[in-house]
């Protein structure tokens, strides 16, 4: 019998439909199911109080990152206004309940999409969701990964299914190789900014090329964190022999003949010659240099090196004024040496020990730039004792970092931390929405390599100049 030839986002949804119901909705079996303490809480709790069971509570798993304190020495304070309520809250019904938790003190915690990789929980040809708009970062490993609001986490909770329907199909292509401080950030920005920040909404992404296939696993995470920034449903990348190196040996995957049998199968979650995607789009790597934004979306990215665009260039006038009006920023204005107040390097995006080792290779002997305030939190505890180990924190420390714990405060405001009122921040993050760092805050995003140069000039820096 002749099979059509089916993309791997095909091959791991046809394995989990329970059933298809009308208007081409399918009811999916969750084979995970991920929890933080900004939401866990809730979900557990109304579960509870609508006197519902967890279907299969060896599936799900939390950890406690959205709202802690990432001061050294914390405890369960929290600047978060209102904080204190979600993480004992989460904490009371992850025990009540009998869930995994990787808690404040337990070397297991971290950033959502760091540590559930970092553990194993996230395995090739799995189905995970999360109430975290970033959840598609675990597609690096090769699963299918979306992020649910509470109210559907609740539901898988207690069922273990969801009702979807099949998103479109994109492949995304980097031929080449990149060259010289051209990483997964500036691969993915560039991206964004060549399809803008709704160019792949109703799609789930496979990024796919000899670009791709280079990176490490860590990088991978980059790239699959970012499809969200580009709208997309979620994004993935087929299981390789660098995934499998990456995963053996991790927690919660499988050991002994469960292994052999597993790599197996998902070393056949790739995509079949022939296979036809809804859009594909073509990118070449080696031509990319470090990308840097200038405006208030991922989109409004550029070469580190290049002028602020005319609005008038761009797809949306409007937007892109609205955006130069609030970063402070002319048309024309080189990008390469903006003064910055402050530089971060921190979040699920990019604080990975990879991207630690690469910043603290920037700057190795340097310090930062008078009056720049600079901080590094490590994207998981284990992170942050690896490159402790290898003394990484010296590096930082030395350099004039603040060297902190795991958590997602100063990625986004809710309250709590926060750079200046109208400073201009360089930084490793997914998101340069007006005040998503704190009020007012400007934010330029960029890869950790680019921020270390940018912290130590204290002005936007092309690394490669460094």
Known sequence: MITQPRTIIDKIWDQHVVEELEDGVSLLYIDRIL???????????????????????????????????????????????????????????AHRQDITLFDIGDVRQGISHVVFPEQGIALPGTTMVCADSHTPTLGAVGALAWGVGVTECEHALATQTLAMRHPATLQAQFHGA?????????????????????????????????AVERLDVEARLTLCNMATEAGARTGLIAPDATLLSYLEGRPFCPTG?????????????????GAVFD???????????PQVTWGTSPQHACAV??????????????AAQRALDYMGLHPGVSL????????????????????LRIAAGVLRGHTVADGVTAICTPGSTAVRRAAEAEGLHRVFIDAGFQWRESGCGLCFF??????????????????????????????HLASPATVAASAIAGRITDPRQA
């Open 35 to 93: 929890l933080h303490d900004r939401s866990g809480g809730l979900a557990l709790r109304s579960l509870r109080d609508e006197r519902r069971e967890i279907f299969d509570r060896r599936l799900v798993f939390g950890t406690m990152d959205h709202v802690i304190d990432t001061v050294p020495g914390r405890n369960s304070s929290t600047p978060v206004p209102g904080g204190a309520m979600f993480i004992e809250a989460f904490r009371a019904e």
């Open 178 to 210: 990149a060259g010289r401080h051209v990483y997964a950030k500036d691969l993915v920005l560039a991206l964004i900014a060549a399809i803008g920040a709704g160019g792949a909404t109703g799609y789930a992404i496979e990024f796919a090329g000899e």
């Open 257 to 273: 003949d469960s292994w052999e049998l597993a790599t197996r199968t998902w070393l056949d979650l790739r995509t079949d010659p």
């Open 279 to 289: 859009r594909t789009v073509q990118l070449d790597a080696g031509s990319l240099a």
């Open 305 to 318: 090196d290049s002028p602020v665009p005319d609005p008038e260039d761009t797809s949306d006038p409007a």
């Open 336 to 355: 390469t040496g903006l003064a910055v107040d402050a530089a971060f390097i921190g979040s699920c995006t990019n604080a990975r020990l990879s991207d």
């Open 414 to 443: 809710a309250g709590g931390d926060r750079f200046a009122p109208g400073s201009r921040v360089i930084s490793s993050t997914n998101r340069n929405f007006e005040n998503r760092q704190g009020p007012g805050v400007r934010t």
